[in-house]
T-cell receptor, first 112, second 116 residues
Framework: LAKTTQPISMDSYEGQEVNITCSHN???????ITWYQQFPSQGPRFIIQ???TKVTNEVASLFIPADRKSSTLSLPRVSLSDTAVYYC?????????????FGTGTLLAVQP | ETGVTQTPRHLVMGMTNKKSLKCEQH?????MYWYKQSAKKPLELMFV???????ENNSVPSRFSPECPNSSHLFLHLHTLQPEDSALYLC???????????????FGPGTRLTVT
């Protein structure tokens, strides 16, 4: 099973770019990397997903090196409302087994 | 609004009580999930249902009993819980769980459970 490791917390200021890295040394061939955002008293919300190289959408970018043993979520120009916990998920589907392993999450605190 | 609703939002129950958590998804998805989120711990996957059939049970104690009567509804029946079962219980759904790639999960707001 692919276990993930993330920094427990990060601090940033409004307008800065924030990069959160997740380590997943035992990632399997069929695994995808997904990032979720969670605010207090709410369920996690999907941000972005990738398999390799770089993926970009309207809210974030995801960088995955060739060995896929880590990934970096990049949030451009963060605002106060980006203060949340960010989870890296390495998940594989297939056969009769479904392993969805969330990391401990990174608490991002954005200050004015 | 994510299209996944959960009731109740808060629940306090004694160790001898029996209660049920309800989840409903309005997204036409085929897979539904129960997660447990304890303080300062990662989300833990408890159960997975695909097309109303349970496909995953991550060694959850029998005092938690899931039920999926149709693809839109998911229940978690609780009985003789322990104080350490106090947590946020999250329901999620996704289009499908099979095949290559991973389907985005949509989470409900959760039920905050306190066992006294």
């Amino acid at each position: 099973l692919a276990k993930t490791t993330q920094p427990i917390s990060m601090d940033s200021y409004e307008g800065q770019e924030v990069n959160i890295t997740c380590s997943h040394n035992n990632i399997a061939t069929n695994d995808y990397i997904t990032w979720y955002q969670q605010f207090p008293s709410q369920g996690p919300r999907f941000i972005i997903q990738g398999y390799k190289t770089k993926v970009t959408n309207e809210v974030a970018s995801l960088f995955i090196p060739a060995d896929r043993k880590s990934s970096t979520l990049s949030l451009p120009r963060v605002s106060l409302s980006d203060t949340a916990v960010y989870y890296c998920l390495v998940a594989s589907y297939g056969g009769a087994t479904n392993k969805l392993i969330f990391g401990t999450g990174t608490l991002l605190a954005v200050q004015p | 609004e994510t299209g996944v609703t959960q009731t109740p939002r808060h629940l306090v129950m004694g160790m001898t009580n029996k209660k049920s958590l309800k989840c409903e998804q309005h997204l036409g998805h085929n897979a539904m999930y129960w997660y447990k989120q304890s303080a300062k711990k990662p989300l833990e996957l408890m159960f997975v249902y695909s097309l109303e059939e349970r496909v995953e049970n991550n060694s959850v104690p029998s005092r938690f009993s899931p039920e999926c009567p149709n693809s839109s509804h998911l229940f978690l029946h609780l009985h003789t819980l322990q104080p350490e079962d106090s947590a946020l219980y999250l329901c999620a759904s996704s289009q499908d769980r099979a095949g290559g790639g991973v389907n985005e999960q949509y989470f409900g707001p959760g039920t905050r459970l306190t066992v006294t």
